[in-house]
C-alpha cells in the first residue's frame, strides 16, 4: 500500500506517495520507482536547501542491503544534485545512524532507503529534517506537492549542480556513538552475545559495538546478498537466533531487524522478550538513577495492559499514542518525556537518539544486566503480561471497518471486554490490513471477541470485492 492518510488539523488528507513511514512500495512498481526517487529528491531538496555562507546545502543518504537500493540511491542522489545540493552517501547504515549523521554533519536532510522489516522486494524512502526527526505531515505534503509539479522549474543553474561523496568513516562514527550511551567504564567483558543482523543495515556495525565492548560475538544474519534480509532471520523471525543462544550457551541473543531500528531480545533460556519488557527495563533502571523525565513513559495502543499496571504499581505513568514511531516522538517532544516505544522493539530514547535505535536500546538492557549480576532472564521479567492476541485480515477494496455489520459486532466486543480489556482495531498504513488486537485478564474472552470481528471484517471484504 503506497498511500495513505494525515493528520491535518482535526480532519483526515489522502496521501498520494507518502504513508506512516515514508514512502514505500515494491520495487520498480509505482511509487518505488527511480522516476518517483529522482522527484522525491529534486522535490525535498528544493524544500530543505538552507544551506548557510559556511557550506552547500547538503544530504546525508543511507540505506539498507536490498538489492533495489542501488537504484533508487542513484535516482535519489541525482535528484539532489539537479537542484543543487550536495549529496554524502553513506552506503549500508542502520536508520538512526542516518538520523544521527544528519545532525553531526550539519546536513540539510537525512535519507534512508529501506522497507524495515518488509521483504526484499519491497522499499521505501523515509525522510529527516536537520534536527534528525521524521518529517511532519505538513512538510511532507509541500513535498508531494513538488513531486507532481513541473520539474524543470526546480532544477539549479548549471554552475550551481551539487556534487556527491562517500563517507568513508560513517561506520567508525556510529559506532564511537553507540558506545558512548553507556555509562563510562561499563564492558561487557565475559559476556557471550549472540547478534542477528537481518542480513540488514547493521550487519557490520552492530557484531563490531559488541567485540569492541569485550563480548565474545557469534554472528548471524552478517551475510546480505540483496535479497535475504530479514528472511528466516531478524526481530521478525528469531527462531535462528534462539537456535543459536541455545546451542551455543549465549548469554543474550540480539535481533535486529532490516534497517536496525528495533531490536528483539532472546534471554540465556532462548525466552523473546518483547519491546514492552525492555522498555519498563529501562524506564525502572533510568527512573533509579534520576534519569527518567516526565515521571513515565510513552507506548502506542498495542502496548500490554501489563506494562501500564506494572509502571503504575511503581509510580509511573504510560501515556498511549497512535501506532507509528513518529507519533511516539511527536508527543515525547511535546510533552517532555525521554523514554517510548512499541512493543515490536522500536524503542526511543531521546537522551540519545531521536527516532528508534535496536542497538543502543540493546545495549541499555545489557548495561542493567552487567550492572545487577543478573542474568537477562531475570532482568527482563518485569511484568506479567495480560492475554493478548493479534489477527490481520487482508481486504481487497472498499473500507471494511466502515461496514455496519462490522461496527455492530466491535461494540459488542467492547461491551464483553469491560473495563478489564482493551481493543484495537486499525487499518495498517503500509498494507491492505486490518489489525484486531484485544487483551484482558480472560484469555478465552479475548479469543472469542477477536474471532468474531474478524470474521465480520472478513464477511465485509467479500461483499465488496
Not at 118 to 127: A, E, S, T, V, Y
Not at 163 to 172: F, V
Not at 180 to 192: E, H, K, S, V, Y
Request: net charge negative.
Amino acid at each position: 500500500m503506497a498511500s495513505g492518510t494525515a493528520r491535518v488539523g482535526g480532519g483526515i488528507m489522502a496521501r498520494r506517495y507518502f504513508g506512516t513511514d515514508g514512502i514505500r512500495g515494491l520495487a520498480n512498481s509505482h511509487p518505488m520507482t527511480s522516476e518517483i526517487a529522482l522527484k522525491v529528491g529534486m522535490a525535498a531538496g528544493n524544500v530543505f536547501q538552507t544551506g548557510t555562507h559556511t557550506h552547500r546545502p547538503r544530504v546525508v543518504i543511507g540505506k539498507d542491503t536490498r538489492l533495489s537500493g542501488y537504484m533508487l540511491e542513484a535516482a535519489l542522489m541525482s535528484g539532489f544534485t539537479s537542484v543543487g545540493m550536495d549529496v554524502f552517501l553513506l552506503g549500508p547504515m542502520p536508520t538512526p545512524a542516518v538520523a544521527m549523521l544528519t545532525r553531526s554533519l550539519r546536513a540539510d536532510l537525512g535519507v534512508m532507503i529501506s522497507a524495515s522489516h518488509n521483504r526484499f522486494d519491497d522499499n521505501g524512502i523515509k525522510l529527516f529534517d536537520p534536527d534528525g526527526y521524521k518529517l511532519s505531515d505538513e512538510m511532507e505534503q509541500r513535498i508531494e506537492d513538488l513531486i507532481d509539479s513541473d520539474s524543470m522549474e526546480l532544477l539549479a543553474h548549471a554552475e550551481d549542480i551539487g556534487r556527491a561523496k562517500r563517507i568513508e568513516s560513517a561506520q567508525e562514527r556510529y559506532v564511537e556513538y553507540a558506545k558512548r550511551t553507556l555509562p563510562r567504564n561499563l564492558r561487557f567483558d565475559g559476556l557471550r552475545i549472540v547478534v542477528d543482523c537481518a542480513n540488514g543495515a547493521g550487519y557490520r556495525v552492530a557484531p563490531d559495538v559488541f567485540w569492541e565492548l569485550g563480548a565474545e560475538v557469534i554472528k548471524i544474519g552478517v551475510e546480505p546478498n540483496g535479497r535475504n534480509i530479514n528472511y528466516k532471520c531478524g526481530s521478525t523471525a528469531p527462531d535462528a537466533l534462539i537456535d543459536k543462544v541455545r546451542e551455543v550457551r549465549a548469554d543474550i541473543g540480539v535481533a535486529l531487524d532490516g534497517d536496525a531500528d528495533r531490536v528483539v531480545i532472546v534471554d540465556e533460556k532462548g525466552q523473546i522478550v518483547d519491546g514492552d519488557q525492555l522498555m519498563a527495563v529501562i524506564a525502572e533502571s533510568w527512573h533509579r538513577r534520576g534519569k527518567l523525565a516526565a515521571g513515565g513513559i510513552v507506548a502506542t495502543v498495542m502496548s500490554n495492559l501489563g506494562l501500564e499496571r506494572h509502571l503504575k504499581d511503581i509510580g509511573l505513568s504510560m501515556a498511549r499514542t497512535p501506532v507509528g514511531d513518529r507519533y511516539v516522538v511527536e508527543y515525547m517532544r511535546k510533552h517532555g518525556f525521554n523514554v517510548g516505544g512499541e512493543q515490536s522493539g522500536h524503542i526511543v530514547l531521546s537522551d540519545f537518539t531521536t527516532t528508534g535505535d535496536g542497538l543502543v536500546s540493546a545495549l541499555q538492557v545489557l548495561a542493567v544486566a552487567v550492572a545487577s549480576e543478573r542474568p537477562i532472564s531475570e532482568v527482563c521479567s518485569c511484568f506479567s503480561p495480560v492475554p493478548q492476541l493479534l489477527k490481520n485480515v487482508r481486504y481487497g477494496s472498499g473500507e471494511p471497518l466502515g461496514d455496519g455489520s462490522v461496527k455492530k459486532v466491535i461494540e459488542a466486543a467492547k461491551a464483553k471486554l469491560g473495563n478489564a480489556g482493551r481493543l484495537v482495531i486499525r487499518a495498517s498504513g503500509t498494507e491492505p490490513v486490518i489489525r484486531v488486537m484485544a487483551e484482558g485478564d480472560d484469555e478465552n474472552l479475548v479469543e472469542a471477541v477477536v474471532g468474531d470481528i474478524c470474521e465480520a471484517v472478513s464477511a465485509a471484504a467479500a461483499r465488496a470485492a
